[in-house]
């Protein structure tokens, strides 16, 4: 055994550990942007004047095995965002995603990318 090799073992489970933590909050910080976009989108979308919206309320992120998921749970979600041969969609999800995706690359220190 080399001389510091427990220590430095443990120095560097400890910073596999805080790299994961960082990674994890992150990428939640992105998926919370994302859902928030898309409620966004569709109280923007909706005719009624109804304060409420259910499918906007229904959106939500999901802790993943390898990250998170954005998700509308409505039956009907889908059919808002990829229309229907007798509806045109309005997209929610994929634009609000794509805007994510857009700043971030514009700017990734912004996002903790440059530290």
């Known amino acids: 055994m080399i001389e510091g090799q427990d220590k430095l073992q443990a120095g560097l489970a400890i910073a596999r550990q805080d790299y994961e933590n960082r990674l994890t909050a992150f990428v939640r910080g992105l998926a919370t942007e994302i859902a928030a976009g898309a409620r966004c989108r569709v109280y923007r979308n909706r005719k009624s004047e109804n304060p409420s919206s259910p499918l ?3 959106i939500e992120t999901v802790k993943q095995q390898n990250g998170y998921d954005v998700m509308a749970s409505l039956s009907y979600a889908p059919y808002v965002e990829f229309g229907t041969s007798r509806m045109a969609a309005k997209p929610f999800l994929t634009p609000a995603a794509e805007e994510v995706k857009v700043r971030f690359q ?3 220190e912004s996002y903790g990318g440059g530290q």
């Open 56 to 58: 906007a309320e229904s």
């Open 106 to 108: 514009l700017s990734p």
